[in-house]
């Protein structure tokens, strides 16, 4: 079924973005439909999205969300396809991306396509903050530069 090959897909995702250093739930374990990975807060309660909270220093959440950005494209050759506010949770003062599902092989025909969204997400909320950014093309280089897909 679709959704067997979706968590499936996931899993794969997750697990290439955790062993490439990229800051994501740890995957566990996938079954059927059910994935399990390691819950993102305490208590019960799941840490907050970047949306949810105010930031003391988003220059350096943005920096850090790019540079997760980078190590997932060019270590574990993936491309987020869906990154923005709602899919970064903020844990420890760090940033952890998680909602892999939708990515894709950085050898894929929309990857580009995918990517020049993603950041495009990332710039859009970070200015809306303040936060002095390249334009989005820089920093498409800035990830993809001497990568060879």
Request: glycine fraction near 4%; aromatic fraction near 8%.
């Amino acid at each position: 079924s679709l959704i067997y090959l979706w968590a499936q897909k996931e899993f794969k995702n997750l697990h290439s973005a955790f062993e490439a250093g990229v800051s994501v739930p740890k995957p566990i374990a996938v079954r059927r439909n059910v994935l399990i990975m390691e819950f993102i807060g305490e208590n019960g309660i799941s840490a907050p999205l970047l949306r949810e909270i105010p930031l003391k220093n988003p220059d350096k959440i943005c920096r850090q969300i790019l540079a997760n950005v980078k190590r997932l494209y060019r270590k574990a050759g993936l491309v987020h396809a869906d990154l923005s506010e709602y899919n970064v949770m903020i844990w420890k003062g760090k940033p952890v991306l998680f909602d892999v599902s939708q990515g894709v092989p950085r050898e894929h025909p929309m990857a580009s396509e995918f990517l020049h969204r993603d950041l495009k997400n990332i710039s859009r909320y970070f200015k809306r903050l303040g936060v002095a950014l390249p334009p989005v093309e820089e920093l498409f280089r800035k990830v993809t530069r001497n990568v060879k897909s």
